[in-house]
């Protein structure tokens, strides 16, 4: 026998309803669930801003001997 998909159609409220009826353990994997799902969606959002055209590993450098030289300049005078 072929397993059948079904889709439901529910609004937040009657989701809502539903989780509420979940014993404790299947809640608390329900929330572990929503909580990967919100962390990676947060995370590519955070890597997506800092993606740029604009960076080449040239400037990168310069700017890594720009702030190791005014490092070294204020461990000099100390």
Same mark, same amino acid.
């Given at each position: 026998? *072929? !397993?059948?998909?079904? %889709? @439901?159609?529910?609004?937040?409220? %009657?989701? @809502?309803?539903?989780? $509420? %009826? #979940? !014993?404790? !353990?299947?809640?608390? %994997?329900?929330?572990?669930?929503?909580? $990967?799902?919100?962390?990676?969606? $947060? #995370?590519?959002?955070?890597?997506?801003?800092?993606? *740029?055209?604009?960076?080449?590993?040239?400037?990168?450098?310069?700017?890594?001997?720009?702030?190791?030289?005014?490092?070294?300049?204020?461990? *000099? *005078?100390?």
């Amino acid at each position: 026998m *072929t !397993p059948a998909n079904y %889709q @439901l159609y529910l609004n937040f409220e %009657q989701i @809502l309803a539903l989780v $509420k %009826q #979940l !014993p404790y !353990p299947e809640k608390l %994997q329900l929330s572990q669930e929503l909580e $990967k799902e919100t962390l990676n969606n $947060k #995370l590519t959002a955070l890597l997506e801003s800092f993606k *740029t055209d604009e960076l080449s590993l040239e400037t990168i450098e310069q700017e890594v001997e720009a702030v190791r030289s005014e490092i070294h300049a204020r461990n *000099t *005078t100390n």
